[in-house]
């Protein structure tokens, strides 16, 4: 159930019987020359639906646009929000869902640079609101998922393969690259982002990736999603 796609009649009648919302949350940015700027949106976004289909739970509007103000904000088309104005964001999309009665909130999330804002908001709101719990779950770092996929790097294999099957018409797989950039663990100033870390956009990672894979990292990911609205949920 989207909540976009709802009646305040419907969301009335669900409250009277569960109060927990799913969010998803991705980004627009570079993701190589061969995948869409919506990658990690896209992702977040089938990832929760799916999830809320399986278990009757609403999914809330999509967050699209997430903080990548370091090494991606260097590549044409990504859009950020700065790490505070995103928690800003986040605690407002939150304090909407509370004030009408929703209690228990799982971030569907598809994207590194949101992980810390998230937190944020949350320990935010969390002092203020009675009776609630919340869970983030960002699919790359799901240990479920280790004996399919054991490198979360940025653009690439995992990636690769999410888009194949969830979006294969966006996928540009003539312009793959074979780069592939040990990530440093430091930050640069943008000046330097192409030298030192990557010229084509990928991470860490190569492009091999396949829908078999994809299908196989997005059904695992969708039932520890699942698994997670039961936690939440719990007695």
Partial sequence: MELRKMTMSDVKEYLENFDTVIIPIGATEEHSAALPLGTDTIAAEKMAIETGRRTSRIVAPVISVGNCHSVTFAFPGTMSLSPHTLTLVI?????????????????????????????????????IFKNSRFAVGSWWRFPELAKLYDNAGHAGRGEVSMMLYLAPELVKSENFTEEKIKYPGYFVSEDLVFDEITKTGIIADNQKGSAELGRELFEKSVEVYVKMVKMLERN
């Fill in 91 to 127: 605690e407002d999309y939150l304090k909407s869902l509370y004030k009408h009665g929703f209690r228990k909130f799982l971030f569907v999330n598809g994207h590194g640079g949101n992980v810390a804002p998230i937190r944020c908001a949350i320990d935010e709101v969390a002092p």
